[in-house]
């Protein structure tokens, strides 16, 4: 292994060859356009690439007077927009590649103008809890991916009072732990307890890294299966079994801790971070009030509950099984208005495929099918179309999908469209229709996803992935 792979990089970068994969392979070239988003707005000019990286940014009216040398690739109208950045996507590799893979799935989000994903640790076999763990998931990946790769570690009991373990996995490259306060459904990844947290943030602190925290407590239940009008078969039982209280609960818990990341804290350093937020009531309103209060906390939230309520869920679609669960039509509006304002961070894919035969499509039992929705090749044009209609920005899409993400990671040299940093950059008409049905192709392992048979707007060209340019993705046939 490569000291490249457990080094200070914390990324697997594929270099591609000349492959099908590849287009105009050029080492320095020019791609123009009347619409490049860069954080300072969006301008029209053109990007300059030299082995990857970006060397200068000219605008429109600089543009006749510049020297030109390398290749130049006019957009015209088309959308320049640093690559995505998912930091939550599950690829089950090693141990279940059945499910996904790092093949299907890092070419899936390719076809969705994801530059970078990160991989979390569970799902696949075994959990990547320790060094010898992630070695393993490295191997898996080294075989075959189609964009930049970074792995998240597990923060579990077995490792999470053993700072010297904790500090082996950070060392050989993990960007940050994961943990869940509730079970997570796989064995080896069993659930943490606030000691738990509060050890691992007190070893994250020396390495300025996130603690990932899937936030959920269970609750004692009401006896729900007793009345016979619960069906398992309608969405509204399951959504009974996953109350909003449980979000709030584990927030609550979470955030005692969270006060030992603020400035002069003993765990001042670390930062948390909150991933598929679900619920937009109490559980947001406790997250808004620990940021004032200068608590180091991030929160993201999901497309498919900005994208779906409980009420269009029909009888049996397991597709739609996920945890937290999708909630009502008047939680989706909160959600949208929390990402609008600033109050939810960033948004993930949480891509979390199995086998369709786990899925129960045709016993329709959503207590028993796995809990997971299928996304990477299509949350960002999800996002678009529905965020149109609340007015989003393309500034705001990078904010959410690639800048917010980058420094969450801790890679200064993604991100955004700027000097020095890599050319991970996707180009898309923000104006086209197509549907999500059999037509399209699909790389994903298995095509069973909600978002299909979805009309969104707006397909990827192309992207350009350190010195190449690859092919067109997600609403066009390569």
């Given amino acids: ?48 690439v030299k082995e990857g990286i970006i060397v200068s940014i000219v605008k429109e009216e600089d543009w006749q007077r510049n020297s030109k040398r390398g290749q130049i690739i006019d957009y015209d109208e088309a959308v320049i927009m640093p690559g995505l950045i998912d930091v939550h996507a599950h690829l089950d590799d090693p141990g279940r590649a059945e499910w996904e893979g790092f093949p299907s799935g890092t070419k899936a989000a390719a076809a969705g103008g994801i530059t970078m994903l990160i991989d979390m640790p569970l799902n696949s076999f075994p959990s990547t809890v320790s060094v010898e763990t992630l070695r393993l998931k490295l191997e898996a990946a080294e075989k075959s991916i189609y964009v930049d790769v970074g792995f998240w570690g597990g923060l579990v009991p077995e490792n999470a009072f053993n700072a010297s373990s904790l500090d082996a996995l950070l060392s050989a490259g993990v960007l940050g732990l994961k943990s869940f306060m509730c079970p ?33 407590i269970q609750l004692d239940s009401e006896n729900y299966l007793e009345d016979d009008a619960n069906d398992p078969r309608h969405y509204s039982t399951y959504l009974k079994t996953r109350p909003p209280a449980w979000e709030e609960a584990a927030i609550r818990e979470l955030l005692t801790l969270s006060k030992d990341t603020r400035i002069g804290g003993p765990a001042e350093g670390a930062h948390l971070h909150v991933v598929h937020l679900s619920d937009s009531g109490s559980s947001l309103r406790l997250l808004k009030e620990a940021k004032r209060s200068g608590d180091s906390v991030t929160v993201e939230t999901c497309p498919h509950y900005l994208a779906f309520s409980a009420e269009e869920i029909q009888d049996g679609d397991t597709r ?55 996304s990477l090749q299509f949350v960002f044009p999800v996002t678009w179309s529905y965020g149109r209609n609340y007015g989003v920005t393309l500034e705001q899409l990078a904010l959410w999908w690639s800048e917010r993400p980058a420094k969450l990671i801790g890679q200064d040299s993604k991100g955004s469209i700027e000097v020095g940093k890599h050319a991970d950059i996707f180009v898309w008409e923000p104006n086209t229709d197509f549907e999500l049905n059999d037509d399209l192709p699909i790389y994903l392992k298995h095509p069973v996803s909600p978002f299909q048979c979805r009309y969104p707007t707006g397909y990827w060209l192309q992207f350009t992935q350190l010195t190449h340019l690859l092919s067109p993705g997600l609403g066009v046939d390569s």
């Fill in 320 to 374: 739609f099984k996920c945890a937290p669960p999708i909630r009502d039509a008047a939680n989706k509006e909160a959600l949208w208005k929390a990402l609008l304002e600033g109050d939810i961070d960033m948004l993930s894919s949480d891509h979390s495929p199995t086998v369709p035969e786990l899925k129960l499509l045709n016993e329709g039992n959503f207590l028993k099918a796995w809990g997971g929705i299928s």
């Fill in 184 to 216: 997570s459904g796989i064995n080896d990844f069993p659930m943490t307890n606030a000691s738990h947290i509060k050890e691992g943030l007190s070893v994250l602190a020396k390495y300025r890294r996130p603690l990932l925290v899937h936030a959920e």
């Fill in 1 to 48: 292994m490569s000291k490249a792979m457990l080094g200070q990089l914390n990324t697997l970068s594929l270099q591609f060859s000349t492959s099908d994969c590849s287009l105009l392979p050029y080492n320095h070239y020019w791609i123009t356009s009347k619409g490049i988003v860069t954080p300072r707005g969006v301008i029209s000019g053109a990007v300059e």
